[in-house]
């Protein structure tokens, strides 16, 4: 009787074992799923679009019948996590406006860091008449001339007999460099007038459809191309012409050589003799932004209330501000002037009060001596935060001096 108990116990614990093996895997019972996993949200920085810091502005205009015009725009990025945008172009009365745009985030920190960038911006100068044009990106300007419009005489009916003959033959002669010797040195965005003399060494008269042509290398003038001679001259076979083109040396450091050649309009470069790689002739110059004799031993810059404009830290206020360097002899400095207010521009520099607005002021000081030389400006709205303005001086891409508005006379 106590085994057949103890039996029943046993089987009794199998069956119930093989019940919850069943119940367990059953449709019905519940399944174990791993845990839900609920997806990260990436944060998507909010982006500040402010305008960008130009440097230079240069055209370029293609040669052809209608020419293609374009201005290629250079400056610096400042901060690390800084991108170009998108620009925009307003055309009214000969004057191109672009506003160029850097995207930055607004809701974070960004180190403090310059990147060059170069940014080329198509402008639609179709229909527009022949004459000199303004084109200003974020308040740095050059000035372009269109080419002449070329047009074909309508020929009256003659009964004359033109008798069939052999054409002529362009070619020239390099003679001499007659101003900027190769290797000149010059200080940055520097105006200059390069002069060659070449002599006409083929069988066609050069006239008024002669260019003077950009070919390659630096583009340091405003347009790719100029007539050699004024309306009603001409240069005959044997005959040598003096040749100039104006020019502006590049903001950056470096050695430099632009390439030109001589061509009639619509045709191709002539060869030149004695010249460069058979067909052209060059500018080479070298720019030295920075120390000749002198060096600098001071220099600061100041923010003030202009007097009239209402009280300082308010939204209508504006101030004169006075950057002034030092140097301990001949020397050429390069300076730029910006603004701050935390993580974005505080406000924009004009150099007369009816003058352009910039974000930033740039040049370049050349002391003929030991001397002290002050940049003065004028600072304007809208400032994002009329109490928080700081002006800053970068002197030869070095030292920093910065002066913080003070709002204690409120």
């Known amino acids: 009787m106590k085994f057949i108990t103890r039996q029943s116990l046993s089987i009794r614990s199998w069956i119930s074992l093989l019940i919850l093996v069943l119940v367990a895997c059953s449709p019905g019972a519940p399944a174990t799923h791993p845990p839900t996993v609920t997806p990260s949200t990436t944060r998507v920085p909010t982006l500040a679009n402010r305008e960008a810091q130009v440097q230079s502005v240069d055209v370029q205009i293609s040669q052809s019948r209608l020419p293609q015009v374009s201005a290629v725009v ?49 402008l639609n100068t179709k229909d527009l008449p022949p004459g000199n044009y303004t084109v200003t990106a974020n308040g740095v300007s050059t000035v372009f001339a269109l080419p002449l419009e070329i047009s074909t005489p309508t020929l009256e009916p003659t009964s004359v007999h033109v008798p069939t003959s052999s054409a002529c033959v362009d070619s020239a002669a390099f003679v001499a460099d007659v101003t900027i010797p190769d ?18 060494n083929g069988s066609c008269t050069w006239d008024s459809n002669y260019l003077v042509a950009y070919i390659s290398g630096a583009t340091m003038s405003q347009q790719p191309g100029y007539w050699i001679v004024k309306q009603g001259q001409t240069v005959a076979p044997g005959q040598t012409v003096d040749i100039s083109v104006g020019m502006t040396s590049p903001v950056d450091n470096g050695n430099y050589v632009s390439y030109w050649g001589l061509k009639k309009v619509d045709g191709p470069f002539m060869p030149i003799a004695g010249g460069a790689n058979g067909d052209s002739f060059y500018v080479k110059i070298k720019v030295n932004n920075h120390r000749v004799d002198g060096d600098v031993t001071a220099a600061s810059i100041a923010i003030q209330p202009e007097q009239g404009s209402g009280p300082a830290c308010t939204a209508n206020s504006t101030y004169l501000v006075h950057a002034s360097i030092t140097t301990d002899g001949a020397a050429s400095i390069a300076y730029e002037i910006d603004s701050s207010a935390g993580q974005t521009t505080a406000g924009f520099f004009q150099s007369s009060p009816t003058g352009l607005v910039s974000p930033s002021a740039t040049g370049t000081l050349v002391f003929d001596q030991a001397d002290t030389k002050t940049i003065d400006l004028r600072f304007v709205g809208p400032y994002p935060y009329p109490d928080n303005i700081t002006v800053l001086l970068w002197v030869n891409h070095g030292d920093w001096y910065q002066a913080k508005l003070s709002c204690d006379s409120n």
Do not use: H, M
Request: glycine fraction near 4%; aromatic fraction near 10%; charge should be neutral.
């Open 74 to 122: 250079r400056g610096n990025l400042t901060e690390s996590c800084a991108s170009l945008g998108e620009s925009q172009v307003q055309y009214v009365s000969y004057s191109f406006q672009i506003t160029v745009y850097v995207n930055s985030p607004a809701d974070i920190g960004c180190v403090q860091a310059t990147t060059p960038f170069e940014t080329t911006i198509p």
């Open 183 to 200: 290797n000149t040195i010059l200080s940055s965005n520097n105006a200059f007038i390069k002069t060659w003399r070449l002599r006409n």
